[in-house]
Structures are given as C-alpha cells and as structure tokens.
C-alpha cells in the first residue's frame, strides 16, 4: 500500500518493509526468509518497475524478521546493501544471533530450523549521521548494538524499526525479550523524541501518518 506519494510498505512479510520510489528503489527491510516473492511481486505489478530498479537495501538491525530475503535480493536485484557497524558481524555470519531473553529461547532455535538466515556480507558499514539515499542514519542501539533509524527531513518521515510499535492506537517500545539492552533502548527513545518529523513507521504494527512526534515524546515521558 502507498502511505504517502512515494512511500510504500509491502504487505504481509512478517516484519514491515517499505519502499522508497525515486529514480531508483529504496528497500528498508525485507521481513522473515521466504517473502522475497511478495516483494518482487509488489515492485513489478504495484509499481511497474523491474528488480533491477532496486539500487539500494537499508537493515534497521539483524533479526531475522527485517533481514530474512536480504541475500535473495541482492542477487536478484544488484543492490547495495547497508547496515549499521554494530550489527554488520550478524548480518554477514560472523557473528552467530543471540537467543532471546527467558522462555523464547528454546522456540527461537527450533524457528531456526526452519527460518535459516542466508547471510550477506553487507557493501556499506553506517554509522552515526550518515547520509543514505536521501535518509539521515540515526544509532539508536539496545534492540540491538545497531539498531537505526532513518530519517528522511524533507518528507518529515522516520523509520525506526523496532525502537518503537504503533499499533493503531497506542507506542509501545521493543519486546523487552527480543531487546539486548532496555536502559540503552529508552535512552535511544528519549534522544529520537527530540526530533521534528509527522509520519512515524514502524518494522511492526501499522503506520502513524499525524503527529507522530508529539505521541513519540509523550511516550519518552512515560519511561523511567
């Protein structure tokens, strides 16, 4: 669906991915292993474009549900791929994905068998106020090392990943089981509240298209 002229999001790949349409495509997250089709099937009947026009795949972070198709569109498409410093190792392989917190662990390694990441080695290592793609790079770690946002200033646009939920009604942070570090987390929400954006998009839950940067920062206020 197109959330505003330029900004689609692709339905139904279990993690939410969006769609810059410029000249070329811009790809923020791809959702779990198995949903490049529906990805695919999106750029060439929605947009009438080719998986050449991809030019470019930003990861909010290395979970598996925002990089599952990252290697299959790359190939298929030549895109660079980007990523924040902190989580390259993961994205790559190096590094093997930790467990989450409490119970979820045990589930988490049998989804493995069936979910196995294909790793890639990304093409740019973001950090911290670099410019992508139009899109200002934001580090909000404690999801993970390197979790982003990004900020696109001219549409007053932010992609948070996982930072942040919007579930049509209420924010909500990161499940604190799937979240490395909760106190770096908060800290990460309480800096992007000082931001000045409208629209807020989310890698779950639905988009929130008005005064997002009010809501975001009543919600800062809540945390301890």
């Known amino acids: 669906m197109e ?3 330029g900004i689609h999001q692709v339905d139904g790949v279990n993690g939410n991915c969006y ?4 000249d070329k495509l811009i790809l923020i997250d791809t959702g779990l292993p198995r949903s490049s089709k529906k990805i695919l099937n999106y750029i060439e009947d929605t947009l009438k474009r080719t998986p050449s026009d991809l030019s470019t795949i930003i990861l909010t972070h290395y979970h598996i549900d925002h990089t599952g198709n990252v290697c299959e569109l790359k190939n298929l498409s030549g895109a660079t791929v980007a990523v924040h410093a902190a989580d390259a190792d ?3 392989g190096k590094k093997p994905h930790p467990a989450p917190k409490g119970r979820l662990g045990l589930p988490y390694r049998l989804l493995g068998i069936f979910f196995r990441p294909a790793f890639v080695e990304p093409d740019i290592s973001l950090k911290n106020g670099d410019t992508i793609a139009g899109l ?9 090392p390197g979790s982003i946002c990004l900020f696109d200033p001219v549409a ?10 919007y ?3 209420k924010i909500s942070g990161a499940p604190p089981q799937f979240t490395m570090d ?5 800290r990460s929400i309480k800096m992007i509240a000082t931001l000045d954006f409208t629209i807020l998009l989310c890698g779950h839950g639905k988009p929130l298209t008005s005064g997002a940067a009010e809501k975001v920062r009543i919600f800062a206020q809540s945390l301890s």
């Open 136 to 144: 200002t790079c934001i580090h909000t770690p404690g999801h993970t």
């Open 90 to 92: 993961f994205v790559s």
């Open 3 to 5: 959330i505003i002229p």
């Open 182 to 186: 909760s106190e770096e987390a908060q």
């Open 19 to 22: 769609i810059i349409v410029r």
């Open 156 to 165: 007053k646009v932010l992609f948070v990943g996982d930072i942040l939920k």
């Open 167 to 169: 579930d049509g009604e």
